[in-house]
């Protein structure tokens, strides 16, 4: 009895190791993923009487040396983001996965937001071949041309497969992020005159805002003793409306909080209150 007695589909079965003249030993050594299959067939060996050996049963092995790969990244819908919304992500594998980890040391992925490098940290998974990672925008982030995903860190965890694989963490087919953008910067606005502190005609007061905001109307002001009009800008940053003074006495007007939004969502800051005596 010998190793070409030995039917091997998938591999290549090493010289017969003889235990005793009842038990042999082969390595097997599988050729490529997949199913591995042994046997013996009838008739290979025989006994002291010479009778042939009955046909054995079939030993059937799956062999899988492939690492698990990220085949996508879902990223966030495009738009702009603001301090406590919250950037999710999933990072997708071509096969099931089992991913290990101690409290503190979860996953995590990389982003970049600006210039600044934050982490999105694991929430779950969906189903057995998806992690999801999420980031929740704090003030002082912003990133106006688009965050970056960048790496998946195990952080102390491990991603295997079912055959102990250990996953390849390059994450492939991330999708575009150029307009998942980040603002947590609310406008300031300043008003302004040339007028003297004491006067008696209309005068013309500027609004200039920080930033180019949604168009500022004229209820959107704070005024006593006056009324508004011609209200004009010429790029959503520095707006001139006409005060008219209804009364002697003291005229003040101001922008207060949450009037206009910027690009991103934010509301202006309140302006400083001017005084103008008529």
Known sequence: F?????????????PVTVIDNAHYSITVLPTADGVVTVNIPADV????????NTVSNTLSITYDITKPTVTSVTVPADKYYNAGQVLNFTVNFD?????NYSPGAEPYLTLTIGTATVHATYAGASGARALNFSYTVVNGDQDMDGITVGTLVLNGSSIKDAADNDADLTLNNIGN??????????PSVTLSSTANALINAPFTVTATFSEAVTILT?????VS???LSGLTSPDNITFTVTVTPTADGPVSI???ANAVVNIG???NTPSNTLFIFG
């Open 218 to 222: 004229e209820s959107d002001f704070s």
């Open 177 to 186: 992020t150029t307009q998942v953008r980040v603002n947590t910067t609310n």
């Open 45 to 52: 060996a025989q006994n002291i009487g010479h009778n042939g």
């Open 225 to 227: 003793n006056a009324t």
């Open 2 to 14: 010998n190793s070409d007695d030995v039917v091997v589909t998938n591999g290549n079965a090493s």
């Open 95 to 99: 096969e099931d996965i089992n991913l």
């Open 265 to 267: 969502g934010n509301s």
């Open 254 to 256: 101001q922008v207060p």
